[in-house]
C-alpha cells in the first residue's frame, strides 16, 4: 500500500468556468450596438415632446389671454406683455376688473429655457400671438431651431 502513495495521481481535465475574452467581447459589441439603436430612436423623440410642450404652453397663455380680454375689455398691450398676466399692469381704466391672483400663476419659459415672445398685433390678421423661438432662441430657423406657434403644425 506504500507504493500507492507514490504513484501519480490523474487529475481531471481543468473546467471552463468562465467566458473566453473573445466572447465577452461579442457580447459588449452587441449590448452597445443594441443601445445606439435604441438611443438613435428614442433621442428624437425626446425633442418632439419639447415642441409638444411649447404648443401647450402657448395654447394656456392664448387662452389666459381671452380671459384677460373678457375681463377688462382688451388684450395686453406690446409694452405689458405677458407679464400683464401675472400682476395688473399700470393705469388699467378698471383694476378692480383684474382678476385676483392674476390669469397665470407663474410665466413658464418655453422647454429651451427661452421666454415665450407676444406680438400685438399678430400675424395672418389675429389680435395677438404669443410663440416660442425654438431650441435655438433666435427668429425663423429650421427644424428644432424653427418658431413654435400654436396654429402651425
Not at 69 to 74: E, F, T, V
Amino acid at each position: 500500500m506504500d507504493s500507492d502513495r507514490h504513484k501519480p495521481r490523474d487529475f481531471p481535465a481543468p473546467r471552463s468556468n468562465g467566458f473566453s475574452l473573445v466572447e465577452l467581447m461579442v457580447v459588449l459589441f452587441i449590448m452597445a450596438l443594441l443601445a445606439a439603436v435604441v438611443a438613435y430612436n428614442v433621442i428624437p423623440v425626446g425633442d418632439k415632446a419639447k415642441v409638444v410642450a411649447a404648443r401647450a404652453d402657448i395654447a394656456t397663455l392664448d387662452q389666459s389671454l381671452e380671459m384677460y380680454r373678457l375681463d377688462l375689455g382688451a388684450y395686453p398691450s406690446q409694452a405689458e406683455g405677458l407679464a400683464a398676466l401675472r400682476k395688473p399692469p399700470a393705469g388699467l381704466a378698471d383694476p378692480q376688473a383684474y382678476r385676483t391672483g392674476g390669469y397665470v400663476k407663474d410665466l413658464p419659459d418655453d422647454p429651451w429655457g427661452h421666454p415665450y415672445q407676444y406680438r400685438v398685433p399678430g400675424d395672418d390678421g389675429h389680435p395677438f400671438e404669443v410663440y416660442s423661438l425654438g431650441a435655438d432662441g433666435q427668429p425663423g430657423g429650421e427644424g428644432l431651431d424653427a418658431d413654435v406657434m400654436a396654429k402651425k403644425d
